[in-house]
């Protein structure tokens, strides 16, 4: 069957991961998760004290940072790695959540990742989820979703998995971080987040995931049939 390129925009916290991470294990195609590239950039950054408001220190720090994604035997997913470390753990916790948008927004760490994940395209299979994946990574993916869901609901599924790690997290804290976050992702200067003309949106708030599985499925073959001439 042709293998295509399936992209997954939207809001902070929608479920986008998890479901580029079903379709990737339903479809045998690779998962990349480019928010982990933003978040691994993010790392480095705040552990080695670079001042991303400055364009020379951020050109140099970049020419430091080695991003890949390993396979974890264990969970069949790619591990982000930065520098030949695994990162997975630390680039999940609030420090770095806090600072990730702004870092996201710099012409620099844009480049340095965009170029990356479009060479990951080049052999098709791919799901890739992020803000800008279907507008600028992949413009002529054949399917791209846009995904949204009620700030309430958004909110009550980030809480639970970060309360899983630290049980001093705040609901408010974790709607602070989202709602700061979908602000700057939607109002960078350089390609921020928005739905693709193209794009289908996919709004999860009253859907469980078979349903929403089943019905991305429909989707993904549709994309396929309309491909395959
Ligand atoms: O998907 P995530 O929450 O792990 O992404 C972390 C941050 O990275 C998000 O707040 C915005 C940024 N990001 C981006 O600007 N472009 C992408 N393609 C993916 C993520």
């Known amino acids: 069957m042709k293998k295509i390129i399936i ?32 978040r691994a950039i993010t790392l480095y950054f705040l552990q080695n004290r670079v001042d991303w408001t400055s ?30 470390e695994n990162v997975e753990h630390l680039i999940r916790e609030m420090l770095v959540a ?32 992020g803000r800008d994946i279907g507008t600028v990574v992949f ?25 899983e790690k630290n049980k001093n997290i705040t609901l408010e804290e974790v709607k602070q971080n989202l709602e700061l976050r979908d602000y700057i992702d939607a109002n960078r200067e350089i390609s921020p987040l928005r739905k693709a003309d193209d794009a289908i949106i996919l709004d999860n708030s009253h859907l469980n995931l078979h349903d929403q599985l089943e019905l991305v499925m429909q989707w ?10």
């Open 7 to 38: 992209t997954i925009d939207g809001y902070s916290s929608c479920g986008k991961s998890t479901l580029a991470k079903q379709l990737a294990r339903k479809l045998d195609y690779v998962y990349i998760d480019s928010g982990a590239m933003y």
């Open 55 to 84: 364009s020379p220190a951020v050109v140099e720090a970049l020419h430091n940072i080695h991003l890949d994604f390993v396979c974890n035997s264990l969970t069949s997913l790619s591990d982000m790695y930065l520098n030949g």
């Open 98 to 129: 806090e600072k990730v948008s702004e870092v996201a927004a710099v012409k620099e760490v844009r480049e340095f990742a965009v170029a990356q994940q479009v060479k990951m395209g080049a052999r098709k299979g791919i799901v890739m989820d």
């Open 139 to 163: 413009p002529h993916a054949e399917l791209k979703i846009f995904m949204t869901a009620d700030i309430t609901i958004r909110v009550e599924r980030r809480f639970k998995e970060l309360y």
């Open 220 to 229: 993904v073959e549709d994309a396929i049939m309309a491909h395959s001439s």
